[in-house]
């Protein structure tokens, strides 16, 4: 490869709670190398656990540091997937952590199809323009049937399926898939050492006549219907469409079992488009192979031992390489920093790392230097507008409970907006009083344990009956604009940190309203996080 940066593929997962995403990506591991039998990257049961007693905090941020991201080496690509939080620590992050993948891989389980987290998180790759691949998971189990679930696909997405792989029955009866591109049959069995290890595969084309020994004449002539009926009625693959987020090809299997594993992986690894181009502020575009380097903060973990504040800022790198003690330009801050103690996360492990290319991403020990958005750049100032807040879709109001603590609230609430845990709205008249937007409810809890623990500051929250937020253009910003939304009938205006002026709904319908009604407004579901240079 010409370029380092050619042979990166970031992506990341997106599914709901279940579908697999902990055993897919071990399995993953497992084809690629990187492990050498499953079970060795998180005990499911250690997960639960550490969800479950979220407040054994440390426990938890501890396993969620270490697979914020995880590389893995793969016939001479370097993969770099990181961990979108799902289950309760669902939040902002997982939806900021899409903004630094190229691609996404969308796990469906196959008796459920598209889950509401699933279409969540769809949308933001929508938005974004991010390409998904879909992986079909959980056929060893009784399935939706896969045409009924393609269509779902296309009806509740709005994105065009293509599927690249077909399965061959479902449930007890499911044998392996059928790879349409190379018109031939997988078929699998497990592995005598279990599901830890790779599942055994014999292969058959379709019009073979040995076809129905290998699956069975009826399980052979149901999948020669299908086949025909999906060559027939179809839509071809177009790597354009795909890469613009119009289509998502699609895989079958079982994570679970590793039947259909290795066919997605290696289709994965065809069509996860390398670190591409990204727009800076001032028209200009970045490209990888710029020799200048470029960066930005898409996530800050804060390390919970409340004696030490020590904090991890995830970058993603964009242009350049990446040397461990450089000086950078921090353009929010206007100075230049040293960029000290650089960690990779490989499978299980932390390394320092001493170098790293566009695509790449590192976790930087951070000494309070970095916030959410901030860009980083040799050979000049330069500020990438890569990270929007997302519109919240819970709403609490803070309430002090112990009034002497107000100057501990202040300095807790805006450094955990900061860092990106909760976003903060003011109301104008009761600006003491704030009003903190999350994306996932848990956040509450964490806010409340986090200001009483590490700022020494009681709180409640008065929970909110708002869904959606919109940031609108074409008011003013500051009160005036609130008090004009207000005059419009919004159910509730607010600002946000830099002022600008926020709508808050109960729900759709209110929503819907709002923009009817109001046609020379603009509504943006999201918002540039603004960086002072
Ligand atoms: P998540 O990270 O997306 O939340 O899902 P995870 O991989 O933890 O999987 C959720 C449950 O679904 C697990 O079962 C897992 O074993 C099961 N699962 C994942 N992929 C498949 C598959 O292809 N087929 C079948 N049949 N099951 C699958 P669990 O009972 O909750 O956990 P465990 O006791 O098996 O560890």
């Known amino acids: 490869m010409a370029h380092e940066y050619e042979r990166r593929r970031t992506f990341a997962i997106i599914s709901h709670p279940d579908a697999g995403k902990t055993t897919l990506t071990e399995k993953l591991l497992l084809y690629g190398g990187a492990i050498h039998a499953a079970g060795a990257v998180k005990s499911r049961k250690a997960k639960r656990a550490a969800v479950s007693d979220w407040m054994a905090l440390e426990k938890q941020r501890g396993i969620s540091v270490t697979s914020s991201v995880l590389q893995f080496e793969h016939q001479g690509m ?39 987290q699933t279409k969540k998180l769809f949308h933001v790759c929508r938005m974004r323009g991010t390409p998904v691949v879909t992986f079909v998971n959980k056929l060893d189990r009784p399935a939706r049937d ?39 049959v997988l078929r699998f069995s497990r592995s005598e050492q279990g599901n830890e290890k790779r599942a055994e595969v014999n292969l058959s084309g379709i019009d073979d006549p040995g076809l129905k020994d290998l699956l069975g004449e009826e399980p052979a002539a149901a999948l020669k219907d299908e086949v025909e009926l999906l060559d027939g009625a179809g839509e071809e693959f177009d790597l354009e469409r795909f890469l613009a987020g119009e289509i998502t090809p ?104 001493n170098v790293a290319w566009a695509g790449d991403i590192v976790g930087l020990y951070d000494p309070g230097l970095f916030r959410i958005g901030d860009t980083l750049s040799t050979g000049g100032a330069m500020t990438f507008d890569a990270v929007p807040r997302f519109s919240p879709e819970h709403f609490g109001r803070i309430q002090l409970l112990d009034p002497l603590k107000r100057k501990q609230l202040q300095k807790g609430i805006q450094e955990l907006a900061e860092e990106g845990t909760v976003q903060l709205f003011i109301q104008p008249g009761r600006e003491k009083d704030p009003i903190c937007g999350v994306v996932g409810r848990l956040q509450f809890e964490v806010l409340t344990f986090r200001l ?37 009938r919004v159910p509730l205006a607010v600002l946000d940190v830099d002022g600008r002026p926020v709508a808050l709904y109960r729900d759709s319908w209110e929503l819907d309203r709002s923009v009817r009604d109001n046609e020379a407004w603009t509504f943006h579901e999201t918002a540039p996080i603004r960086q002072m240079g």
């Open 78 to 116: 370097r993969f770099n997937l990181l961990d979108t939080p799902g289950h309760n620590d669902f939040s902002e992050d997982t939806y900021r952590t899409l903004v630094a993948a190229d691609c996404a891989i969308m796990i469906l389980d196959a008796a459920k199809g598209v889950e509401p």
């Open 250 to 353: 699609v895989f079958f299997g079982s994570a679970l079992t590793n039947f259909g594993v290795e066919p997605f992986l290696e289709g994965f690894r065809e069509l996860c488009p390398p670190p591409g181009p990204r727009e800076a502020a001032g028209d200009v575009t970045v490209t990888p192979t710029d020799d200048r380097f470029s960066a930005f903060v898409f996530k800050v973990q804060a390390n919970m031992d409340p004696s030490h504040r020590d904090r991890i800022a995830f970058v993603r790198i964009c242009s350049g390489r990446f040397e461990g003690g450089m000086r950078v330009h921090h353009y929010r801050l206007g100075k230049e920093v040293r960029l000290n103690r650089a960690e990779q996360f490989f499978a299980q492990a932390r390394e320092t790392v």
């Open 452 to 488: 009483q623990h590490e700022y020494g500051a009681k709180i409640s929250f008065d929970i909110l009956p708002y869904q959606f937020a919109r940031w609108i253009d074409g008011v003013e910003d500051g009160a005036e604009g609130a008090g004009e939304l207000k005059a419009r």
């Open 146 to 184: 896969a045409f009924e679930l393609m269509s779902q696909v296309e009806e509740v997405l709005g994105v065009h399926t293509v599927p690249v792989t077909w399965p061959v029955g479902s449930g007890d009866l499911f044998q392996g898939v059928y790879d349409r591109d190379a018109r031939k």
